[in-house]
C-alpha cells in the first residue's frame, strides 16, 4: 500500500528573493553615544556576517570600557537633565514617534533582520517588525498613565537601564526592552548581540530622526567583555537581559551586593503537551510552528513534545509528512519556512546536540528538505525514543531540534514536563475546557498556551519559572521591572 | 476509474476527529503567502482549466444553452493555442443525454446532479430512480447530495446507507458526494460528514451545490482534504475532492492548489483528484493566462460567456 504523499516538486513555486537594492548599509556602524554617532575610543571593529552566505555585510564599533563609561555617562545627563523632567505626555510623544517611523521603514528594517539573523522574511516581515512596532505602540500608551497602572502608589523611575539583548529577535528584544523603560521614564543604554547588531543600529539612526533627546538611549556595540563593563559599571540602577541560563547567573553573580535591579530572561526546554482529543491536524501545525519557529532559535520553543501513548504514531507519521513541505533555504525568499541558523558558533552546537542525541541512542529523523551548497542549514530535526534523562531532552540546544516522549496519564505529563531546570513556556493542546484549566495551574511555567503556540502580544506579559529567570517583560507587568514604588 | 467501494470496516462516526478552527485558519493563510508567478503560475493556471468542471445549474436551462456550454467546454478561448480542456461538464438530469451528444468524442466528461438536487429532500426511492435515469442517459459523474436535515438530527447511519444505496446505482459513474458545508456549520461536521461519505464509498467529496454560502471557502475544502489525507492512510485508497461555488478567481484557484499540493501530493494536481466547480472561474483564468502571454489585460468582452 503506497501511503506517501508527494508534496514536492511536479508544480515548483517561483523563487521569490526580496530585492535587497534598496538596502544601503554603511561601510562601517559606529556607536551611538549621547545622540551621535561616535567611533570607538580604541578604533576597534567586527565583522558581522550573512549567516546565508557568510559573506560580510558590514563592520561594527567594538566598545571597551571607556566608551561604556561615555554611555553611561551620558545617559545619566540625559536622565537628570532632561527625561527626567519632562512630562509624561512629552515622553509618549517621543515613543510614538519611534514607532511610526519603524513603520514607515518596516521593509528595509525586515530585510536588514533577515540579512544579520538569517531568519525567513515571512517571519521578520510579518511577525519580528510589526511586532517591535507594536511594543513602541503599546508602552507609549502607558507613559501617561502610571498612575493607573499602579493605583495609590507613587511612581519613579529607577534611573538609567543597562540592557543586553539576544541575537534571536534583535529588533524584537530592543523594543521589549527600550519601550516600557522609556514610558516609565528612565534612560537606556543597550547593547545588542555581537553577530546581530545591525536592526539596533537602524533603530539608533531611527530615534535620531525622531529627535529624541540626546542620551535618552544610547547603543553601543561589542562582544561579551562589552556587555560586562556594562553590567559593572558602578552608575547603573537597572540591569535587564535577555539571553543565556549560564550569563543570567554570571550578571547575577555580579549584581549581587549592589543597588542595582535585576531581571532576566533565559533560556527554556518547554514542553508541548498533544492529548489523544486534540485536533491533531492542528496540533502538529502547532508543534512545527512551536519548534522549527525562527530555526528554533526561541527561548521558549516548544522543544519537548510529549504526545499521548494513544496517538504517538499517528502524529509522529503526521510530522514526518508536514517536515517534507517544509522550504528550507534563503532567508529572503519569500517561499522560505525555515532560514539559516544564526551563526558558526550556533551552527557547531547544534550539530554537536544531534551527535549526542545519537550517542545516546535516540531515533533521528530529518525532514527531506533540500539544503542551500554555503550558509548554515540544519534540516528540522526529530528524535524519537527519547527519556527524561536523556541529555538532547534536558538541555536547551536553541535549534531545530526536537524531542519527542510519549505519556500515559495526565499526572504523569505534568511530572514529565515539571521536570526540567527551567520554567519559560508550556502549549497544551487539548478539546476539553477543563483539562486546559487544570494543566494551568499545575504546569511550572510563566506562559502556557492552549491550542496555540508562541504567540506574542504587547499587552500580555512573558517570563519565567525557576532558571528561565525573573521579571515579567510586556503588559502591565512589564513597567514594574522600570519603576520604583512608594 | 472507479476505486472506491463501500467499506466493510466503518468507525464510529461520533468519534471523527476534532477539527479547531483557529488553526485551520492559520493554516489556509499560510497557503496564500507561496509565490506563485512566471512559470509556475502558467503551469498552475492551465491546471486549474483541466480541472474546471464547468456547471450551468439553473431551472431556466435548455438544450440550447447546455449545447452552448459543451461548445464553450471545447473551445476556451481558441486565440491561445494548446489550452487544455475543462474536466467536465456538470448539468442536471434531464440535460445529460443533450450534453453526451454535444461533447461525442471529445473526452470531456459529462457530471450531472442527481438524487434529488440542491435540496435532498426526496425519498429514496425518488433519488434511485433520479440517480438510474442520469447514469442510462450516459453520465460519467454523477453529483449527489446528502440528507443534510437526517446528518445534522444525528443520524449518520442513514446518512452512510444512502450514499451506499446510491453508489450501488452508479454502476460505472463516478460518484461525487455533495455536504453542503454551508449548512453544516462547523468544521467539526464538515469533517464528520466527509468521513462518512468516503467510507460509504464516495469517489470525489464535494463542499457545495453553489445554492447555498458560504461555499467552498478554503478553510472547509482544507478540512476535507485533512480527511481524504486519513483515509488513504487507513485504507490505501485514493478519494478526489471538488470545492465547489465561490471560487471565481485564478488567484483563489491556484491557492487551492497550493492547499492540495502540500497537503495530498502532487498526485492529486490532476483532473482525475481534484476539481474546480464553477461557471465563471475559466474565464478569469484565461484572462490571467493571456495577461502573462501579452503582459496587459484585456477587456473581459474578448472572452466569451457561455
Redesign the interface.
Known sequence: ????????????????PESTKHIQLKPRYELFIGGAFVPPTANRYFDTINPADESVLTQIAYADETDVDLAVAAARKAYTTVWSGISPKERAKYIYRIARIMQEKARELAIVESLDTGKPI?ESRDIDIPLACNYFFYYAGWADKLAYAFPNRTVAPLGVAGQIIPWNFPLLMAAWKIAPALATGNTVVLKPAETTPLTAMLLAEIIQEAQLPAGVVNIITGHGDTGAALVNHPDINKIAFTGSTAVGKLIQQAVAGTSKKLTLELGGKSANIVFE???????V??IINGIFFNQGHVCCAGSRLFVQESVADEVI?KMK?RLA?LYVGNPL???TDIGAINSKAQYETIQQYIALGKQEGATIYEGPCDLPASGYFIRPTLFTDVAQSSVIAQEEIFGPVLTIQTFRTIDEVIQKANNSPYGLAAGVWT?KGSRIFNLSTQLKAGVIWA??YNKFDPTSPFGGFKESGFGREGGLHGLRGYVELS | MIINTTQTQIPDFRQT????K???E??CARFQ?????????I??LK?VLSMIDLTTLEGKDTPGKVRQLCYKAQHLHDAYPDLPTVAAICVYPTMVAEAKKALGSSGIRVASVATGFSSGQAPLDVKLMDTRFTVENGADEIDMVISRGRFLSGDYQFVFDEIAAIKAACGTARLKVILETGELGSLDQVRRASDIAMYAGADFIKTSTGKIQPAATMQVTYTML?AI?DF??KT?IRVGMKPAGGISSAKLALHN?VMV???????W?TNDWFRFGASSLANDVLMQLVKQQSGNYQSADYFSID
Request: proline share 3%; net charge negative; charged share 35%.
Open positions: 500500500m503506497a501511503t506517501d504523499f508527494d508534496v514536492n516538486g511536479g508544480w515548483n513555486y517561483a523563487p521569490s515571512r482529543d486534540a485536533a491533531i491536524d492542528q496540533a501545525e502547532g507519521q509528512d513541505s525568499d519569500k517561499n478539546e491550542n496555540t | 476527529p476534532n477539527v479547531d483557529v488553526g485551520v492559520e493554516r503567502t507561496r509565490s506563485l508567478k512566471g512559470d509556475t503560475k503551469d498552475g491546471r485533512c489525507k488513504y492512510r490505501g492548489l499540493k502540500e497537503t495530498l501530493g502532487v498526485e494536481l
